[in-house]
């Protein structure tokens, strides 16, 4: 026992904790039947959620049982479940909601390369390549349902990560401002809430764009951002007089990233700015949780996390200068260059 008084967990048992691969897909199927949504209204009988979804009885009960024991739900002597603040956040509509995340993490198509971590690691070939037999986004755009997940999930955690980035970097600016890859608009539209800038381009895929549409009008930003739909690495719109890339490099292996950015260099006039929105690993041992996104981006896509220098590199490569470097309290850090 530590002097505050608190246990300290001895390593056994903190490794035991990080072994739980049976709690993502437990937390999966739950929030793939939809069991958060249909507890808003109040506790439910496991029999009555389990004919509500077309689940089998018993094995219903025993999996809200098991999430029960760790707070995911509340069980009582009826078999009655309830809401607990951790299930709240499986609802489709709650605040914060992370049910996109466990809708991702337990997919088939997420969960299965990770199998193959073993293969990528003494080959360095992607495993969602072996596992699925095409490109990660390639797969996401021949399978509109596992699109919207991972739609929802980026949109999720940007909707997380943005006030503080709006907040700490200075978006303003007399130009447009051009959001390359920016998915459903959330980083853009809290630019443009904040009054950072008048008008913005969103670019990215078109059947990310059309998804889009939804999105910013319910913002009410629909008439202040522009839609145009394309590839990033064939063309990006001219004319901005800022690019903000949010969590799009490190999705690339080097090659890859830096024809993105050259891409981005010949769309920009000399006196424009490029801003990347990544996760900046440190140079030393020093624990930071971009060292773990590392090895997702690692199993499928190929992409990697990478430091300051290694960023840097990158950018000159594709003809920018790295001006400086802004750190948050978050993962994120907003990478600043110019046309070099």
């Given at each position: 026992m530590?002097d505050?008084?608190?246990?300290?967990?001895?390593?056994?048992?903190?490794l035991?904790?990080?072994?739980?691969y049976?709690?993502?897909q437990?937390l999966y199927v739950a929030a793939?039947?939809?069991?958060?949504?249909?507890?808003?209204?109040g506790p439910r009988?496991a029999d009555?959620?389990a004919?509500t979804?077309?689940a089998?009885?018993?094995s219903?009960?025993?999996?809200?049982r098991?999430l029960?024991h760790?707070?995911?739900?509340?069980e009582d002597?009826?078999?009655c479940?309830r809401?607990t603040?951790?299930?709240?956040?499986?609802?489709?509509?709650?605040p914060?909601s992370?049910?996109a995340f466990?809708?991702?993490?337990?997919?088939p198509?997420?969960?299965?390369?990770?199998?193959r971590?073993?293969e990528t690691?003494q080959?360095g070939?992607t495993a969602f390549e072996?596992a699925?037999?095409q490109?990660?986004?390639e797969y996401l755009?021949?399978?509109?349902d596992?699109?919207?997940?991972?739609?929802a999930?980026?949109?999720?955690?940007?909707?997380?990560?943005v006030?503080?980035v709006v907040?700490?970097y200075?978006f303003?600016?007399?130009g447009t401002?051009?959001d390359?890859?920016?998915?459903h608009g959330a980083?853009v539209?809290?630019?443009?809430?904040?009054?950072g800038?008048?008008k913005?381009?969103?670019?990215?895929?078109?059947?990310?764009?059309?998804?889009a549409?939804?999105?910013?009008a319910?913002?009410?930003?629909?008439d202040r951002c522009t839609?145009?739909?394309?590839?990033?690495?064939?063309s990006i719109?001219?004319?901005?007089e800022?690019y903000t890339?949010?969590?799009?490099?490190?999705?690339w292996?080097?090659a890859?990233?830096v024809?993105?950015?050259r891409n981005?260099?010949?769309?920009m006039?000399?006196?424009?700015?490029?801003?990347?929105?990544?996760?900046?690993?440190?140079?030393d041992?020093e624990?930071n949780?971009g060292?773990?996104v590392?090895?997702?981006?690692?199993?499928?896509t190929g992409?990697m996390e990478?430091?300051e220098?290694?960023?840097?590199?990158?950018?000159e490569?594709?003809?920018f200068?790295l001006?400086?470097?802004?750190?948050?309290?978050s993962a994120?850090?907003?990478l600043e260059a110019?046309?070099?």
């Amino acid at each position: 026992m530590s002097d505050s008084g608190r246990m300290i967990q001895s390593p056994a048992t903190r490794l035991r904790a990080l072994l739980s691969y049976n709690m993502t897909q437990m937390l999966y199927v739950a929030a793939r039947l939809g069991i958060a949504d249909l507890l808003a209204g109040g506790p439910r009988h496991a029999d009555d959620l389990a004919r509500t979804v077309g689940a089998h009885p018993r094995s219903l009960y025993r999996l809200l049982r098991a999430l029960s024991h760790v707070g995911v739900f509340a069980e009582d002597e009826q078999r009655c479940f309830r809401l607990t603040p951790m299930a709240q956040l499986l609802r489709a509509d709650a605040p914060g909601s992370l049910r996109a995340f466990a809708l991702s993490y337990g997919a088939p198509w997420w969960w299965g390369p990770w199998g193959r971590l073993m293969e990528t690691v003494q080959t360095g070939r992607t495993a969602f390549e072996g596992a699925m037999e095409q490109g990660f986004f390639e797969y996401l755009d021949a399978h509109p349902d596992a699109a919207a997940v991972f739609n929802a999930n980026m949109t999720s955690m940007t909707e997380r990560e943005v006030p503080e980035v709006v907040a700490t970097y200075d978006f303003s600016g007399p130009g447009t401002l051009v959001d390359v890859g920016g998915g459903h608009g959330a980083l853009v539209s809290a630019i443009l809430q904040k009054g950072g800038r008048a008008k913005a381009t969103l670019f990215d895929r078109p059947a990310v764009i059309e998804g889009a549409r939804g999105h910013l009008a319910a913002a009410g930003m629909a008439d202040r951002c522009t839609l145009v739909a394309g590839s990033f690495f064939e063309s990006i719109p001219a004319g901005g007089e800022t690019y903000t890339l949010k969590d799009i490099i490190h999705d690339w292996d080097d090659a890859r990233a830096v024809a993105i950015l050259r891409n981005c260099r010949r769309a920009m006039s000399p006196g424009a700015k490029l801003l990347l929105i990544e996760r900046v690993l440190p140079p030393d041992g020093e624990p930071n949780v971009g060292k773990v996104v590392d090895i997702t981006m690692m199993v499928l896509t190929g992409g990697m996390e990478r430091t300051e220098a290694e960023y840097r590199n990158l950018l000159e490569q594709a003809g920018f200068a790295l001006r400086r470097v802004v750190f948050m309290q978050s993962a994120v850090s907003v990478l600043e260059a110019v046309p070099g």
